[in-house]
């Protein structure tokens, strides 16, 4: 699949929004990647989780794992592609772990799979997770990387989509200096 039809979908979807958003990262941006208007159509997903695992079709993979939220219906499709369990990790007291008894076990093959990546740090907690387990990251499959090729890992990373996305600190950022309302967007902001 070209990069013109991947962005086709994103943009059948509406998953591109414009203004000024308050990142996961704490940076701020003008543009915005909403996920879940994405992940809300069963077809894209399958289509796009496809070209994520083929990536890797030569890795041997025992399980995919994903972080909460987007990255647990990656990883599901992933996994069900596959034809292996997944598991996801999500946050308790500020750290990514496994709960809800996944079976992860010493030595197992996982592939990690992610929606958007922006700094790289949720992935490295989970790419910690799972090594605390004793098993090993085959690689890093993703929708998007934001930082247009900036984050990089010690395994194997393939972003569907390489998106250079200006970032800035609060302090350093435009957007706040032309008093353009910060919008909050993802799960962390929900009541």
């Not at 999500?90 to 929606?115: A, P």
């Not at 907690?125 to 499959?141: M, P, Q, T």
């Not at 998106?163 to 009541?191: M, N, V």
Request: glycine residues 8%; aromatic residues 10%; negative net charge.
């Amino acid at each position: 699949m070209e990069r013109e039809e991947i962005l086709e979908l994103f943009r059948k979807a509406g998953a591109f929004l414009e203004g000024h958003f308050l990142l996961t990262s704490g940076l701020h941006s003008p543009y915005y990647v909403e996920k879940f208007r994405l992940l809300q159509f069963p077809k894209y997903v399958e289509i796009l989780v496809q070209e994520m695992v083929a990536k890797f079709r030569e890795k041997k993979v025992d399980l995919v794992v994903g972080p909460a939220v987007g990255g647990i219906i990656l990883a599901y499709e992933a996994a069900r592609q596959i034809g292996v369990p997944m598991a996801f990790t999500e946050r308790d007291e500020g750290k990514m772990v496994f709960r809800r008894d996944f079976s992860i076990r010493e030595g197992e093959h996982v592939l990690i799979v992610e929606d958007v990546i922006t700094t790289g740090t949720s992935v490295q907690e989970v790419v910690k997770a799972v090594e605390e387990k004793g098993a090993s990251v085959v690689g890093i499959a993703a929708l998007v990387d934001r930082s247009g090729g900036k984050v990089t890992f010690n395994y194997p990373f393939q972003p569907l989509l390489q998106l250079e996305i200006a970032t800035y600190s609060p302090e350093e950022c435009p957007l706040c200096q032309e008093k353009i309302a910060l919008q909050k967007r993802g799960s962390r902001y929900l009541r």
